[in-house]
């Protein structure tokens, strides 16, 4: 091998000879073009999209205390009601307010004429949880 020195547009080393094709990188004036990587952009443009996932994630969870709350909040409603009978799972119920204390009742407000004292039509499910209808 020669110690002569090889010119400097000239890839080469001793260890692996003429090796301009195995660089990741051009190594002509010709070669294609690369951009190095805008990191602070990158990283800025990731936060980005990481704090829009969380703050979706946020509100879906929070969407969903609200709905689990109105859950509840109308299960106890009913269940803290006047009920003269033993609810059966999946029918509808209609839920009155007499002189200021509730009652379950099976007949509708069209059937009984009570539109005035009438709060509202629920579904028990099988989950003993009262589902408005």
Same mark, same amino acid.
């Not at 190594?27 to 969380?54: H, W």
């Not at 009601?81 to 007499?98: M, Q, R, T, V």
């Given at each position: 091998?020669?110690?002569?020195?090889?010119?400097?547009?000239?890839?080469? #080393?001793?260890?692996?000879?003429?090796?301009?094709?195995?660089?990741?990188?051009?190594?002509?004036?010709?070669?294609?073009?690369?951009?190095?990587?805008?990191?602070?952009?990158?990283?800025?443009?990731?936060?980005?999209?990481?704090?829009?996932?969380?703050?979706?994630?946020? %509100?879906?969870?929070? %969407?969903?205390?609200?709905?689990? +709350?109105?859950? +509840?909040? #109308?299960?106890?409603?009913?269940?803290?009601?006047?009920?003269?009978?033993?609810?059966?799972?999946?029918?509808?119920?209609?839920? +009155?307010?007499?002189?200021?204390?509730? #009652?379950?009742?099976?007949?509708?407000?069209?059937?009984?004429?009570? %539109?005035?004292?009438?709060?509202?039509?629920?579904?028990?499910?099988?989950?003993?949880?009262?589902?408005?209808?």
């Amino acid at each position: 091998m020669s110690t002569k020195k090889k010119p400097d547009l000239v890839v080469w #080393t001793e260890e692996e000879g003429y090796n301009a094709k195995l660089k990741a990188y051009p190594t002509t004036v010709s070669g294609q073009g690369f951009d190095l990587p805008n990191v602070p952009l990158f990283r800025e443009l990731s936060s980005k999209k990481m704090m829009d996932v969380f703050n979706r994630e946020k %509100e879906e969870i929070k %969407e969903r205390i609200e709905r689990l +709350y109105e859950e +509840y909040n #109308t299960s106890i409603m009913v269940w803290e009601s006047k009920i003269s009978f033993e609810p059966i799972i999946g029918k509808i119920y209609h839920l +009155y307010n007499f002189k200021g204390y509730r #009652t379950l009742s099976l007949i509708s407000p069209e059937e009984w004429n009570k %539109e005035i004292d009438f709060i509202g039509s629920y579904i028990l499910n099988s989950e003993n949880k009262w589902i408005k209808k």
